[in-house]
């Protein structure tokens, strides 16, 4: 075998540090043309758009590849902390853009493509988004990793590489249909697979105890194993030349063929064992209201957690790294409870390999930690069956239970033996079945439990985690969330951006709370009438987008209404739909002269759940109210219902920009943060939301008079409970109210038949859990206001603009400083 000095390359080339390619439209066209002979192996004039697509995102990357290396090297060298974010989903959205703003090369690319006769437009829109993540969760995580590169923060995202991530949505007769996302059949220019740096991942098996000289100890004997094979992504900053890694795990078969059972001729089964294997990574949350689906989802979280943490310690870590130092070089940020089985991972991983003691490496474990919450729902809170959990990691659970004795006696230390609260605060559940409360887990064991905005904090404090937040008042925390001001301004509202930059000088993408400065604009006329302009303008570019995907459009002077986020009954679609509905019925009925009506465009954009069935009915719902609305002459050019299909990060940049009206509606208590509000707010939307989640900060921020709050508060909504909830008596109470419920349930938009959204209408009557029919009417007047406000246009255009001027504080960047003051004490590596 060679030695170490022998393999050392001597060719003065291969000592050189990467170059980037010149900064030159020049030095671009050269690269591009590069890649595209050498790398995608054809010629400038016999290449389709997808091969020049492939080799301009393989010339940006090679701008940013020597910073890339370089900030990889330095990550085992460098003293200070990473942030390894562990997150199940990262909901990326389009990647070139991103790159070439961060990279400083749009107007380089523009034009060196335009030289070669490519209009950069036409490949621009040829990527397919990387939907790795469902809604708010899997965007934050997105927007948390750009911030951080911004900001020079040496941070590892780690992840799953799905190959399909969210499904493709379309509608056949209003209906929701899932199409699988095979986002990667064209090629992924921008990930990098590192078969040589794979790690096994073993499941199943069982436990045992030997004799460690003398010492007695336990060691887990596992039944099957699986590669986790890294792909890494690029996370460039801002303008800053730091490039961070997002590592994403594939699982690979690890005796993959079976040569034996091949040559017997049972292809079949040699190949069954490599589609076991595989299938852990190949789709995003697989549907889990099976116990197959369940199973699987745990060995998604186990696969990705156990990967980052044995790649952390092994890959990054210098050789030889004192680990009882961990938690000055490592925080692994959990992101929800998805990742939590990192805890008795990493315990696993100090006490039964690296042979430390229980205490030793326990007050390390608690270190390395933090936990976010993302929910208030108690159906969301992730519980684990002891059977599974077992069965598939059987360490682990000894891990989990011996973590719990020591917890609960500590409980009995400080509050006695209060039996019932010993019931309540174990990590173990009794009920409805024996199992792993996953946000217990991750309380107990994290440094810091933080909320997602105030309000939310305040009620996991409460309600949700009250016994641990008593027990440990210091380790809870607020971060109310943030979102990135590149992607959600500068990149998806490029003429807001200029007019912004016109007025106030660059500074502001990197610095939000500069927006402040638009302040002083807001009674300039030249000023309104600019950013009215804009906001025109968005809409024509919204419409063009529409027509010609959907073949729909938006009309001038509509009031453009808003709402885009995951279906769910929490976040109330059905308030909205009953809004339309009687708006509606008040043309048709000759009850408001059709003349009166501010005219509206209502824009839809979710998806739901594939199993969750109420929540498909609501898009039908939705679809068929659009159907009747946008045929009905006599409410035509008033108003109009547009529901485009697959709602994802791209159709939301170009929606964003365009709106008028941001529906935030949720019942209070029960949206944690929302970041879509934010998103809307920073472009210019006003609001019209209840007292929920980071609505509540947004209305602080920009100013009652610039925001159209309805609905009840938290507490009016707990006492309204406890006092014994009947949505049938709004229905009786409020004409308008059972006039849109009647003409639903009468088949009005269902071709007469009574039968098709009667599953709906009776779970609003007798059953409404979020709420709806008790904020209709409290909507309805906030909605009058609405119109009436929209009909002073200098009046509104002022409130727009307060709006994008006083939301700042929802920079992504400094959610990100919060971050670091308050939980994870990392500094920044220049
Ligand atoms: C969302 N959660 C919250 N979960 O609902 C939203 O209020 C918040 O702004 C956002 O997180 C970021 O903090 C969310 O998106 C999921 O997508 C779950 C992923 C796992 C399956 C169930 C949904």
Request: proline share 5%.
């Amino acid at each position: 075998t060679p030695s170490a000095s022998e393999l050392r390359p001597t060719h003065p080339l291969a000592l050189a540090p990467v170059a980037a390619p010149p900064a030159s439209v020049d030095g671009f066209v050269r690269r591009f043309l590069q890649n595209l002979n050498f790398d995608q192996g054809v010629a400038l004039s016999t290449s389709d758009d997808n091969d020049r697509y492939l080799a301009l995102a393989g010339t940006v990357r090679d701008y940013l590849m020597a910073r890339w290396l370089d900030d990889q090297a330095q990550q085992s060298r460098q003293q200070s902390k990473t942030v390894c974010y562990l997150s199940a989903e990262y909901l990326l959205g389009r990647q070139l853009d991103n790159n070439l703003l961060a990279a400083r090369l749009t107007e380089i690319a523009t034009e060196a493509l335009a030289q070669c006769g490519i209009d950069i437009d036409d490949l621009r829109a040829l990527e397919i988004e990387p939907g790795l993540g469902n809604g708010g969760l899997g965007r934050l995580a997105a927007c948390f990793i750009d911030s951080l590169a911004t900001m020079s923060i040496p941070t590892i995202g780690y992840g799953i590489r799905y190959e399909y991530g969210i499904f493709r949505q379309a509608f056949a007769d209003g209906q929701q249909v899932e199409q699988p996302d095979a986002w990667l059949r064209l090629g992924s220019p921008w990930d990098f697979p590192h078969p040589e740096a794979a790690q096994t991942i073993s499941f199943g098996g069982r436990t045992e105890t030997y004799d460690d000289d003398g010492v007695e100890r336990t060691r887990w004997v596992p039944e099957w194993n699986v590669l986790a094979v890294p792909y890494n992504m690029m996370v460039p900053g801002y303008h800053n030349g730091r490039v961070n890694t997002l590592r994403l795990w594939r699982a690979v078969a690890t005796n993959a063929f079976d040569l034996h059972t091949f040559n017997s001729g049972d292809y079949v089964a040699s190949v069954r064992a490599q589609t076991f294997a595989e299938n852990i990574s190949k789709v995003l949350y697989p549907e889990d209201s099976t116990p197959q689906g369940k199973e699987l989802r745990l060995q998604q979280q186990y696969f990705f957690v156990a990967a980052s943490i044995a790649d952390f310690v092994e890959h990054v870590l210098p050789d030889g790294f004192d680990l009882t130092k961990l938690p000055e070089r490592v925080i692994f940020q959990l992101n929800d409870t998805h990742p939590v089985i990192g805890v008795p991972e990493l315990m696993r991983v100090l006490v039964d390999e690296k042979g430390m003691e229980w205490d030793a490496a326990w007050a390390i474990t608690q270190k390395c930690f933090a936990y976010t919450c993302h929910t208030l729902l108690p159906e969301a809170l992730e519980v684990w069956s002891v059977d599974l959990l077992g069965r598939l990691l059987p360490r682990h659970l000894e891990i989990i239970y011996r973590i719990n004795d020591a917890f609960l006696l500590e409980v009995r230390e400080r509050f006695g033996d209060d039996e019932m609260l010993i019931r309540d605060m174990s990590i173990i559940g009794e009920h409805p079945f024996r199992s792993v409360r996953m946000a217990y887990l991750a309380t107990v064991a994290g440094s810091k439990v933080n909320g997602v905005a105030e309000l939310h904090s305040q009620l996991l404090r409460d309600n949700v985690l009250k016994d641990f937040a008593r027990m440990w008042p210091e380790k809870f925390t607020n971060v109310t969330n943030g979102v990135t001001p590149r992607r959600f301004l500068r990149l998806a509202n490029p003429e807001l951006s200029t007019l912004i930059t016109e007025t106030l000088g660059a500074g502001w993408t990197v610095d939000l709370e500069r927006l402040r400065g638009l302040e002083a604009y807001a009674d300039d006329p030249e000023f309104r009438e600019r950013f009215a302009a804009v906001k025109a303008a968005n809409k024509r570019r919204l419409s063009r987008v529409l027509a010609a995907r959907d073949g729909t459009t938006i009309d001038d002077g509509h009031l453009l209404d808003v709402m885009i986020k995951r279906l769910h009954e929490y976040k109330r679609q059905t308030l909205k739909v009953l809004h339309i509905v009687s708006a509606y019925d008040e043309i048709v009925s000759g009850r408001v002269p059709v003349e009166k009506v501010q005219p509206r465009t209502f824009l839809f954009g979710a998806k739901a759940a594939p199993g969750y069935a109420m929540a498909k009915h609501i898009i039908h719902l939705i679809n068929a109210v659009g159907e009747v609305v946008n045929a009905d002459p006599r409410v035509e050019g008033r108003l109009k219902v547009l529901y485009p299909s697959n709602y994802n990060v791209t159709l939301a940049e170009s929606i964003i920009p365009a709106a008028d009206l941001s529906e935030q509606i949720s019942l209070a208590g029960k949206e944690a943060s929302g970041t879509g509000n934010m998103k809307l707010a920073l472009n210019g939307a006003l609001t019209i939301g209840t007292d929920d989640g980071a609505n509540v900060e947004i209305r602080q921020l920009v100013g009652d008079d610039n925001f159209f709050l309805f609905g009840m508060s938290e507490p009016e909504v707990e006492a309204l409970w406890a006092e014994g909830y009947r949505p049938a008596d709004f229905y009786h109470e409020d004409e308008r109210l059972r006039r849109a419920i009647d003409l639903i349930a009468a088949g009005a938009f269902s071709g007469g038949d009574r039968s098709v959204f009667e599953p709906l209408i009776s779970n609003l009557l007798y059953d409404d859990r979020f709420m709806a029919l008790a904020d209709f009417g409290s909507y309805l007047d906030a909605q009058e206001r609405v119109d009436a406000a929209y009909a002073d246009q200098d009046a509104w255009v002022r409130s727009a603009i307060l709006n994008v001027a006083r939301s700042g504080f929802f920079s992504s960047d400094r959610a990100m400083r919060d971050y670091l003051d308050r939980i994870w004490h990392a500094t920044p590596v220049h």
